[in-house]
């Protein structure tokens, strides 16, 4: 038994790259999450201006009105719409980032003689590749169907600003769209179809790779943190 004033020492096991990973999905969801408060606030902060401006003349009613609607399209559209395309583009960029620290990880660790460049694909594919190689966890079937619908909706995002019409990925998005709960269509000038994003359908996405890095890092041997007993 220590004497008195005499601390315990003990070893505490943490594994960085995990502990970096769970760290950024968990500022991705605070960055949202306060997007979206503060886009209500600011919401509800332009109207109250707008209905308590003094009573219109009647030549300017129609002008009063726009203003209205304006509003209600650039706050109940425009700006969610931003928010969640942002968020989704910054997901994958970092799921991306992640795989391909894992997979350098893997390599330098246990001195595999191939890099994750050396495998085709996009990222998901690459890394279950590389992975599949070496005998290693696998991404799960579940997994990579999520995965690849982040992928398609990311670069409809990315290459032709949401907007599904006329895309060679229309026929699948639209299907994606109908089987999704949260993904929307709306139709925007000239009937042009456009992707619009629920806070939980951005969320399920954030929820499902943190769950699919989770179970490869435990399968891995990678965490959890905790104490290291003698």
């Known amino acids: 038994m220590p004497r008195s004033g005499m601390g315990i020492c003990m070893k505490i096991r943490i594994n960085w790259f995990r502990h970096e990973t769970f760290g950024a999905f968990e500022e991705l969801r605070r960055h949202f999450l ?7 606030d600011a919401s509800n902060i332009e109207k109250y201006i707008l209905v308590t401006k003094p009573a219109p003349r009647e030549v300017d009613y129609d002008d009063y009105l726009s203003e209205l609607r304006e509003h209600e399209r650039h706050f109940g559209e425009v700006m969610p719409r931003i928010l969640g395309f942002s968020f989704v583009v910054m997901l994958y960029s970092e799921v991306e980032f992640r795989f391909k620290g894992l997979c350098r990880k893997l390599q ?50 990315v290459h032709n600003s949401g907007i599904v019409s006329g895309t060679e990925k229309e026929r699948e998005l639209l299907r994606i769209v109908e089987d999704s709960r949260g993904m929307t269509i709306t139709q925007e000038y000239g009937n042009v179809k456009r992707l619009m994003l629920s806070n939980p359908y951005c969320l399920k996405h954030l929820d499902d790779c943190e769950a699919a890095f989770r179970r490869l890092f435990r399968e891995l041997g990678y965490g959890p943190d905790g104490v290291i007993r003698d």
């Open 108 to 157: 330098k660790e246990r001195r595999l003689p191939l890099a994750l460049n050396r495998f085709s694909g996009d990222i998901k594919e690459k890394t279950q590749g590389f992975l599949r190689a070496f005998g290693l966890p696998e991404i799960h079937d579940s997994e990579m169907k999520r995965l690849a619908e982040l992928t398609l909706v990311r670069n409809c995002i």
């Open 34 to 40: 306060l997007l979206h408060a503060q886009i209500a």
